[in-house]
Each structure stands twice: as C-alpha cells, then as structure tokens.
C-alpha cells in the first residue's frame, strides 16, 4: 500500500494546509490520491450537518470524486480532541474503525491521511493517533511550527514515532506567520540531528512545496 501518514508537533501548525498541497500537487502529476481524514472535531453544523471542514479541504485539493463521508467518516462539533468528543456524543469509536475507515475503498490510490492534533494526541476510545499510523503502517510525515522551541518538539516526536517503529521520512517546518530571529536556523540544526529529511515551507510566500518533499513521499521508483 503507497501514502503517507501525516501527522503535527501540535494542533495548528499547519498539517491540513501541507496535506492539502501535497494532495494537490500528486494529482496533477497525475497519480490518484484518496484522502482520508477519518475523524474530526470541531465541525461547524450547516443545514443540520456537521461539516469537516479539513476533510472537505483534502477532498477538493485531491479532487476526489468519492464522497465527503468517505474522506471523513465521523464528526464532532465540539473543538476538542476526538476521543473526548466521541465521548461527549455518548459515542465509541475504535483505531480499528479508523484503520477500517482509511482503508475503505482505497485500494487504487496513493493513501493521504492526515491525523487529528499531535502524534500522541487521543484519537480514539483505544489510541492516540500515534496508534492509527502503526495500524496503517504508512510512513510518517511530520509538520511543525517553525518557530523558536520547535527543535525540541520535533526531536520528542521523531523520537516518538521510531520508538512505535514507524518510518518518519521528513519534517516540514512550516513558517506560519512568525518573524524568525535572523540568527535561528532550525532546518539546520534539525538536519544535524535527524537522519530525515528537513525542508521549510512558508505557506505565506511559496506556491510550491519543495520539490524535494514529493520526491521523499513517493518514495523510489518501483522497479
């Protein structure tokens, strides 16, 4: 199975913005991507339906033609994690109903999936979304803030996803809207620390993502 896991050092740092990109720019390189953002929280109530506004995102930037209940099986209003909003709906869901639900209708594709929160965040009644990347097995690609304190996130997390096995192929430092101190330079001090792939992203000037990340997600050619 081909794609990727796409996970934060925390909630808005940029995940969706990355993945939707990414969805973007493999499709008009011609390769199908199914997007799944399996559960959300945080979903706005229009016409008496909770819309997953991350989800519908992937959706058209992948332009997906299955259904948006497909992209996200379960909503939540509530703007919290969502196992927590699974609970306040009086609702169980599991990592396997996840994985179940990533995994539906997707064997013809490039696999998208973007998680909810930060790595360890509580995804499920049973897991952190930590636990649906190890049920995918996809590799992990990693979005954070770049920004003074991201060195040390970056390396718990990275640290984090090689304890649970998993391939971390890259970190996107994604400039959000801070004025970097001019003497601070994380993607060098990251590359000397991680055996990864390092690339900055400023979703304020750059049209394109590094060429570079798309050749790391796609991995090498099959033979």
Same mark, same amino acid.
């Given at each position: ?14 995940? @969706? ?7 973007? @720019?493999?499709?008009?390189? #011609? ?26 995102? +992937? ?32 609702q169980?869901?599991t ?12 064997? #013809? ?19 952190l ?23 040390n ?17 890259a ?7 801070? #004025? ?5 330079? #994380?993607?060098?001090? +990251?590359?000397?620390? +991680? ?20 050749? @790391? ?7």
């Amino acid at each position: 199975m081909r794609g990727v896991f796409i996970t934060g050092t925390s909630t808005g740092v940029g995940k @969706t913005y990355i993945a939707a990109l990414l969805a973007k @720019t493999l499709t008009e390189k #011609n390769i199908s991507v199914i997007p799944r953002k399996p559960v959300e929280s945080g979903c706005e109530s229009i016409d008496g339906a909770l819309m997953p506004a991350d989800a519908q995102t +992937l959706k058209q930037a992948a332009g997906y033609s299955g259904k948006l209940s497909a992209v996200c099986r379960y909503r939540f209003a509530p703007p919290v994690s969502p196992a927590r909003a699974a609970r306040l709906a009086s609702q169980t869901i599991t990592t396997a109903q996840l994985a179940e639900a990533c995994l539906h209708e997707s064997e #013809n594709g490039f696999m998208l999936i973007e998680g909810a929160g930060g790595f360890y965040s509580p995804l499920s009644a049973d897991g952190l979304n930590a636990d649906l990347a190890i049920a995918l097995q996809l590799p992990v690609l990693l979005v954070a803030d770049n920004a003074l304190g991201v060195l040390n996130q970056v390396l718990l997390n990275a640290e984090a996803i090689n304890r649970r096995g998993l391939d971390l192929i890259a970190v996107v430092l994604n400039n959000i809207g801070h #004025n970097c101190n001019e003497c601070m330079d #994380n993607a060098a001090d +990251l590359r000397e620390l +991680l055996s990864c792939k390092v690339y900055v992203y400023d979703q304020h000037q750059d049209k394109n993502l590094p060429a570079g990340l798309i050749n @790391t997600v796609l991995g090498p050619p099959a033979d």
